[in-house]
């Protein structure tokens, strides 16, 4: 099991990054979560991983936080609860405010979130109570690396196609973007995205 990685990162392509260790490169699927807080590119980055073994695929995913990587592993013992939908999770939610929506057992929040319906949502606060990890703030950053606000020319086209990944229409994410300043960095333009989405 890799349950830890120390790189260089060399690309990012929501919510996939590229991190070099030592000449080898290691694709990783993050939660928007983390991917907000990743340094800028060439600088070195520490994740705490989990990997997903399936018969066609081996699956890598990373997280900044130890608090992040032990939701997503709670996530995934959930019966119907795969490692894409628990990232969409986390993506949608921070860890702090999904154990909130878990406490006042609040499906609303959830029902936002692409691919959660009425139902899953229930089972998912049913499924978490009592069993989120303590302390479910920010938590411990594993590496250091400031916030990545790095302007890049083809910004939206990255944004779009984030939020496509995260299980959004063609439509919801072009309505998404058309509310972003032409200069949105990549992270501040997702974040700002999933907000307006994210409203009823």
């Keep these: 099991m890799i349950g830890r990685i ?3 990162l060399l690309e990012k ?3 996939q990054i590229l991190v070099d260790v030592t000449g080898v490169g290691y694709e990783i699927d993050v939660p928007m979560s983390t991917f907000y807080n990743l340094p800028n590119l060439g600088e070195k980055v520490a994740l705490v ?3 997903v073994v399936r018969e066609d695929a081996h699956l890598l995913f990373g997280f900044l936080t130890e608090a992040e990587r032990a939701l997503f592993r709670q996530l995934l ?3 119907g609860i795969g490692a894409r939908m628990a990232l969409a999770v986390l993506s949608g939610l921070s860890v702090a405010e999904l154990a909130q929506a878990v406490a006042l057992q609040e499906t609303g929040r959830l029902v936002k979130i692409p ?3 009425k139902k899953t949502a229930e089972r998912l606060l049913l499924e978490l109570k009592g069993k989120l990890p303590v302390g479910t703030g920010a938590g411990t950053k594993v590496g250091a690396g400031g916030t990545a606000f790095t302007t890049v020319p083809d910004a ?3 944004i779009l196609n984030a939020l496509l990944a995260l299980g959004y229409s063609e439509r919801e994410a072009a309505s998404a973007l058309k509310g972003l300043p032409a200069d949105s960095s990549v992270s501040e333009g997702i974040r700002q995205a999933l907000k307006s989405l994210a409203k009823p």
């Design 6 to 8: 120390t790189g260089t």
């Design 13 to 15: 392509n929501p919510p």
């Design 49 to 51: 991983t989990h990997l």
């Design 77 to 79: 013992k959930i019966s």
């Design 115 to 117: 691919g959660i319906g």
């Design 156 to 158: 939206m086209s990255d």
